[in-house]
């Protein structure tokens, strides 16, 4: 007996790993605050990948179908990345170290197309004036940069998101 959804699930589960490995090779940081062209972005990605989901099946029943899949698959993936760290690691990006006792990893900041202007502003909102003073700055999976300064007595926390940069949206 055939399954008469059975060709949407398959479909939604191909569509969900094809966005999971697209936005990990695209960058999921550049997600990490949406401006203008990043939702047109989304929703046009949206569109196009919703036929390929659901194929012919345009029925109220198919869309639900498609939509509980995601929501299936991306709570399995959740749960599988949180037991299985190689998964985790594969899948999921990692905080990055910018700068360590007041040394920047010129490297890392290059990498991430974090400016130096960018870090200071993110510096100024952690209240430290000075990279010799930075214990500890990281750039965190959801885009934000943490700083640990030097003075404990002055410990605070604070929240910088990245801001996109022109170069970036080039990418798309």
Known sequence: MHFPYLDIIIR?????????????IFGKKE?????????????LISN??????????????????AALVLFVINFVIKKLTHHYK??????????????HDGKLDFKALSKLDISDEELKEAMRQHGVEFFKNVKLAML????????ISEDQNKLKQTHYKRKHNHKNLQKF
């Open 12 to 24: 939604s589960v191909a569509v969900y790993f094809f966005m999971t490995i697209a936005l990990r």
């Open 48 to 65: 196009s990948v919703q036929n390929a989901m659901v194929g012919p099946d345009t029925s109220l029943v198919g869309g639900l179908v």
């Open 140 to 147: 965190e999976i959801d885009g934000t940069i943490s700083i």
């Open 86 to 99: 190689t998964l985790g690691n594969l899948l999921l990006d990692k905080p990055e170290i910018l700068i």
């Open 31 to 43: 997600l990490s605050q949406l401006n203008t062209a990043d939702i047109i972005l989304i929703l």
